[in-house]
């Protein structure tokens, strides 16, 4: 049965109507979802037994099984089981400024980057909406927190996924519900062009990051497949034209890899290629994996230097929950083949 959580209010309002409920109603029920985190219909008091029992026929409130979790001071990496047994990962992370959580768009990944953990996994399927929602519901409960920014940065290519998460992004952003601003929330892509372009005529104020980290084709095509369907040429144009219709700055995202784009060289060809424009160039240390071909960069400073000479925004990621293996590019939910 459907999940409750895959709605907007909007898609629960014409649902309501359509059935012989009321609009009003729609709100009510969020409300109970949302802010009084109600998991039976039959415990939303405010409701008729008529549109209780429509309700309870059409949809499950469901909830996901905490499979695991692991816990570092700031960093708590949970494993969930979905209804059809698939296994999702998501990690919650405690700043100063509120509480992040990283979310997953996909069971497995087909994006397949060399230096990734999670496309190691072949995708298996996309995640509903309520598969992604659950999590924060999920997190919240168990910790007694609340989360005030969303990445979605786990498993998977969000665009390669994209109604169900703008669908997404739209209900955890509804105003008087989670009410997680557009601002806090974050999507990144490894690079699929033709859904930046669709994007950029997203309404909301979404921050977009790209994962680039290669100033040339050649190593880019080596290290992300993807940059041999969309080149960097193409990537970059799809940036300008989202710039310039959104009048947002974009993130871009650099994994440092020792000895592979960490040369001085790569630094100054990556500030040509970015130079005047609205953006700013996060470094990521990376986070070492069970490939021992890859390793964290020594020169993360030095190539920040060059950038930041070079007139660049340039910051350089704090690294989180590596020692749970709930670092960027570790998730993977290893007990499914391990
Ligand atoms: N598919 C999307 C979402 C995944 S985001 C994307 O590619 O953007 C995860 C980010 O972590 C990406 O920038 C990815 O390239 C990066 N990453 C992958 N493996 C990593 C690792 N071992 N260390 C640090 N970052 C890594």
Redesign the pocket.
Known sequence: MESIYNLKLNDLENFLINNGGKKYQAAQVFDWLYKKRITKFKDMTNLNKETIKLLELNFQIDELEIVKKQSAEQTHKYLFKLSDGSLIEAVLMMHNYGNSICVS?QVG?N?G?L????GKLKKVRNLLPSEMILPILMIEKDLNLRISSVV???I???FDNYLNVIKFIEIINEPKYLSIGARHITV???GVVPKIKEFSDFPLQVNL???F?APDDKLRSELMKINKVYNIAELIDSIKEYILKTNRRVTI?Y?MIDNVNDKDEQAKSLAKLFKGLNVYINL??????SDPS?KKSKRIMQFYDILKKENINVTVRREFGGDIDA????LKAKEVNE
């Open positions: 768009s990944c994006m980057c230096f990734c953990e999670s979605i940065m786990g998977g290519e969000p990144s892509t490894c990051a790209i994962s980290h995202e994994v990521i240390p990376y986070n070492e994996t890859f670092a960027c590019g570790q």
